[in-house]
């Protein structure tokens, strides 16, 4: 099991630029997360997902867009980058939401806008 | 709004001490919290879940409390090694909706020197 993947691990973008980042689990978790981790903030949630096809926001949503038309991939988008979207960004999983259950995290992605 | 504070400065401790990092909540009940550990450049990785009526939690040199009264946990880890240096998320969860989001706290700093 390769747990939770994420795709690039690291990318430059100029503003205005678009990109997605991908999530992928085998687990067959059915929840899945993208936070957003800078300094002294602690993770934000962006957007989550409690299934194929569904979506929901998070904490801080402005800005990204998110598909999850397969259940292990969970896509994160930037449709015009801009300097305050320079982060960490971590996918999660879980496998049904139920109260107290782990999150399994990815490695990570690093983006820089420029 | 809802709020964690954690210790923003770094822990430095000596090998073999106890290390006991704190978590603060306000405006949140939460029907549990859990520990993460993060290691620069990758995601978090869970330790520890402690639920609303439990007072304590132990797994093997780590111990978590959970004072619903005073709003905070703490999580101590004994007989420390350099080998547990990171930082230490603490997450609070079981709002109303059955999604499994977090709230994360910003992380304490953990460093152990032999």
């Known amino acids: 099991n390769a747990g939770v993947t994420q795709t690039p691990k690291f990318r430059v973008l100029k503003t205005g630029q678009s990109m997605t980042l991908l999530c992928a689990q085998d687990?067959?978790?059915?929840?899945m997360y993208w936070y957003r981790q800078d300094p002294g903030m602690g993770l934000r949630l962006i957007h989550y997902s409690v299934g194929e096809g569904t979506t929901a926001k998070g904490e801080v949503p402005d800005g990204y867009n998110v598909s999850r038309l397969k259940k292990q991939n969970f896509l994160l988008g930037l449709e015009s980058a801009a300097p305050s979207q320079t982060s960490v960004y971590f996918c999660?999983?879980?496998?049904?939401?139920?109260?107290?259950?782990?999150?399994?995290f990815g490695p990570g992605t690093r983006l820089l806008v420029l | 709004s809802q709020k964690i504070e954690q210790n923003s400065e770094a822990l430095n401790i000596q090998e073999g001490k106890t290390a006991t990092l704190t978590c603060n909540y306000t405006n949140y009940s939460p029907a549990y919290l859990q520990w993460y550990r993060q290691d620069p450049g990758r995601g978090p990785v869970f330790l520890l879940l402690i639920r609303e009526n439990e007072k304590e939690k132990r797994k093997e040199r780590l111990k978590v409390t959970f004072d619903t009264t005073l709003k905070q946990s703490l999580f101590h880890i004994t007989a420390s090694q350099p080998a547990d240096s990171a930082t230490y998320l603490c997450?609070?969860?079981?709002?109303?909706?059955?999604?499994?989001?977090?709230?994360f706290g910003q992380g304490t700093t953990l460093q152990v020197k032999p």
């Open positions: 997450a609070l969860g079981g709002g109303s909706s059955n999604t499994g989001k977090l709230i």
């Open positions: 687990m067959n978790h059915e929840y």
């Open positions: 999660a999983s879980t496998l049904t939401g139920l109260a107290g259950e782990t999150q399994y």
